[in-house]
């Protein structure tokens, strides 16, 4: 048995989470790897008092750190299996897991054959070689079968999971901070508008892209490679001022309202899973909040996910129609794609997701707002724009 050491994350590859197309062979089954010594820290968080560890193993892999399969002897000599992940070396690591321990239990809650329970979370007792803290979330254990599970079950399940979900205080939003992938999303507050909830969350990652975006420009480029970097965040502005509440304010307008559902904020591929011992679809790593049920399926739009097969999207309608306007829904489906696909573009710069939230984001000007589209385009041919620039950033 090989003591803890330090946390390697998995690589984000281009081809599985930022490629322009599915993968066509299927998700390698997660299997059953060495073993080691588990830390205290985890030790004192098993649920059940003097319970007597029987083995930690690897299973399966995370993009952001170690899971594992934990093999228990309860007090009362029955055997239990727990599902184990842990994190470090982010700023944003607590925020994950505890995130995520919140997101399962609330959707737990709603769905329990939908999502693993989620029984503790907390931090390690020692620090990494490195000096890191360690944070580590203890969930049932599922035997991951196949990914994504059928269309048909899958879609029922995760529609009934929206339709059944209830808001604890009618609004949009979440108790706490969640995360999508590695960053963290505005959640933690409480919005009776749907349209001024998702305005902040697309400005706070247009926000951290532009960032990250200016910290790698290039010290010198040419007219052409100037013009386009100044277009971006212009386009942006007009997505948030101008799309937005012309596709979404008219959910809650002119009698028409929409319920907040309890979505997994992170639906793709690996996400998802059929329970090799019931046969039953499964969901976890979620990143929850109460949305628009519809923002659930904007992951579904990219061709790099298996989830992107129109059967899906289809199934799911059938189970929960569209909102009203329904002849906006696929307009919507776009507007909500951007978010998911901006934070591939933050998380793997080398893909090209950048340049496919551009385009979409002009797809969308040009049915929405295309005079403006016209005229912002002129000022960002005649200014430097570093006042419009700073003036669309949201904190």
Request: aromatic share 10%; glycine share 6%.
């Amino acid at each position: 048995m090989s003591s803890w050491g330090p946390i390697n994350r998995d690589v984000l590859d281009v081809d599985r989470h930022g490629g322009e197309k599915a993968p066509s062979n299927p998700i390698p089954k997660p299997t059953i790897g060495s073993s080691f010594e588990l830390d205290p820290g985890v030790i004192k968080a098993l649920p059940i008092p003097d319970t007597q560890v029987i083995s930690a193993r690897n299973y399966g892999k995370s993009l952001w750190g170690p899971t594992a399969r934990i093999d228990v002897e309860l007090p009362s000599g029955e055997k239990q299996v727990y599902f184990f992940k842990a994190i470090s070396g982010g700023s944003s690591d607590r925020s994950m897991i505890e995130g995520e321990f919140e997101s399962l239990r609330a959707l737990n809650a709603v769905s329990p054959s939908l999502v693993p329970f989620a029984y503790n979370w907390g931090q390690f007792d020692n620090k990494t070689a490195s000096g890191k803290d360690v944070y580590f979330l203890l969930t049932e254990f599922r035997e991951v079968g196949t990914q994504p599970p059928y269309p048909s079950a899958f879609t029922a399940r995760l529609a009934d999971l929206h339709q059944r979900s209830v808001s604890p205080t009618g609004k949009f939003g979440f108790h706490i901070t969640t995360c999508l992938a590695r960053l963290p999303q505005v959640t933690d507050c409480w919005e009776e508008s749907w349209s001024a909830l998702y305005r902040m969350q697309l400005s706070r990652l247009i926000t951290i892209d532009n960032n990250e975006h200016e910290a790698s420009r290039p010290i010198t480029m040419d007219n052409n490679e100037h013009k386009a970097s100044l277009e971006f965040p212009l386009v942006c502005y007009l997505v948030l001022d101008k799309v937005i509440p012309r596709l979404l304010e008219p959910l809650q307008s002119e009698g028409r309202t929409i319920k907040p559902c309890l979505v997994h904020g992170d639906l793709w591929d690996g996400n998802t899973a059929t329970d090799m011992n019931t046969g039953e679809p499964f969901i976890f790593d979620a990143g929850s909040f109460y949305a628009h049920n519809e923002y659930e399926l904007g992951n579904w739009r990219a061709a790099r996910h298996r989830l992107s097969v129109p059967a899906y999207v289809e199934s799911y309608k059938r189970n929960f129609p569209p909102s009203e306007p329904k002849d906006e829904w696929d307009d919507r489906n776009l507007l909500y794609s951007l978010r998911y696909d901006l934070a591939a573009a933050i998380l793997i710069p080398e893909s090209n997701q950048r340049q496919v939230v551009k385009d979409n984001m002009i797809t969308l000007c040009r049915k929405f707002c295309p005079e403006d589209l016209i005229e912002i385009r002129k000022v960002g041919m005649l200014l430097e724009l570093p006042d419009t620039i700073d003036k669309m950033r949201v904190t």
